[in-house]
């Protein structure tokens, strides 16, 4: 875990702490992570790309392998950009970085 990454928005006193380095919660959470963080554009690209994966299961045996590896890849990759993509949406949104 890194050095988190502080942002706040103008005219308001709270600052919002977005840590640095790999995030276990999107890895292992997903698009439920990322509701909770208020990011619905990735949350439905995640549920959807997961559903995706999951209906390669349905379609054999060596789709069920290829689905299963391809799932853990893209768990393993939102672990490794979710705290990017939180702090990319918090700057969109008007935040700065403190």
Do not use: Q
């Not at 959807?48 to 392998?65: H, Y």
């Not at 950009?81 to 990319?88: A, E, F, Q, V």
Request: net charge positive.
């Amino acid at each position: 875990m890194g050095a988190r990454i502080y942002l706040h928005y103008p005219g308001n006193d709270e600052a919002v702490a977005v840590a640095s380095g790999f995030s276990w919660g999107a890895c292992l959470l997903g698009f439920i992570w990322a509701l909770s963080k208020k990011m619905w554009f990735a949350a439905f690209v995640m549920l959807a790309v997961n559903v995706i994966l999951f209906g390669m299961g349905l379609w054999g045996e060596t789709a069920d392998l290829i689905g299963l590896v391809l799932s853990i890849l893209f768990a393993v990759a939102c672990g490794a950009y979710g705290n990017r993509w939180h702090r990319w949406t918090l700057e969109k949104r008007g935040y700065v970085v403190v």
